[in-house]
């Protein structure tokens, strides 16, 4: 069974920085992977995603420009730098991994992704 562990979350005060990891386990397959994030009292929602090969990228509009998502595939982790966090950043958030390809329409559906990890939390302060 394939399980993704997410580490590096934590408190920050507003316009600081965090780097989140999501270490993929049993298994060496390159899946399309991403971050999402759960505030509390509101839905999942997509945050930045990564094609298998890391090439390609895709970040949602509320944190283009302050988050980079990136994967080493050869350490079988995914990446979420975040930068100039905001309070509404705050929340639970979790990577997610899927089995086949997808195309970047479909990458921002959680409905796409079969693996999921526990989720991490991130406080942001204002």
């Known amino acids: 069974q394939v399980q993704l562990v997410e580490s590096g979350g934590g408190s920050v005060q507003a316009g600081g920085s965090l780097t989140l990891s999501c270490a993929v386990s049993n298994s060496r397959s390159r899946y399309p992977m991403a971050w999402f994030r759960q505030a509390t009292g509101q839905e999942r929602e997509f945050v930045s995603a990564?094609?298998?090969?890391?090439?390609?990228?895709l970040v949602s509009d509320s944190v283009k420009g302050r988050f980079t998502v990136s994967r080493d595939n050869d350490k079988n982790t995914l990446f979420l730098q975040m930068t100039s966090l905001k309070p509404e950043d705050t929340a639970v958030y979790y990577c997610?991994?899927?089995?086949?390809?997808?195309?970047?329409?479909?990458?921002?559906?959680?409905?796409?992704?079969?693996?999921w990890g526990q989720g991490t939390q991130v406080s942001v302060s204002a």
């Open positions: 990564a094609h298998p090969t890391g090439a390609r990228t």
């Open positions: 997610a991994a899927a089995t086949r390809a997808l195309g970047d329409w479909d990458m921002k559906y959680e409905s796409m992704y079969t693996f």
